[in-house]
């Protein structure tokens, strides 16, 4: 499950600047890099040992 959100991570980050490169509204730029950092933060939190 890490893997796949570091991917998709990956694929939206390549989103928002292709978004950015068209001259995409803003909003859209700012909600695709803030879900590519979720999706970061994500499969990284889940690489971390904890207990669980």
Known sequence: MPT???ILA???V???WS???QGAS???VVIT???AVLAT???VLWLLP???
Request: net charge positive.
């Open 4 to 6: 796949l959100l570091l």
């Open 10 to 12: 990956g694929v939206l």
């Open 14 to 16: 390549g989103g928002a």
């Open 19 to 21: 978004l950015y490169r």
């Open 26 to 28: 803003r909003a859209a």
């Open 33 to 35: 890099a803030l879900l």
């Open 41 to 43: 933060i994500g499969g």
């Open 50 to 52: 904890g207990d669980a």
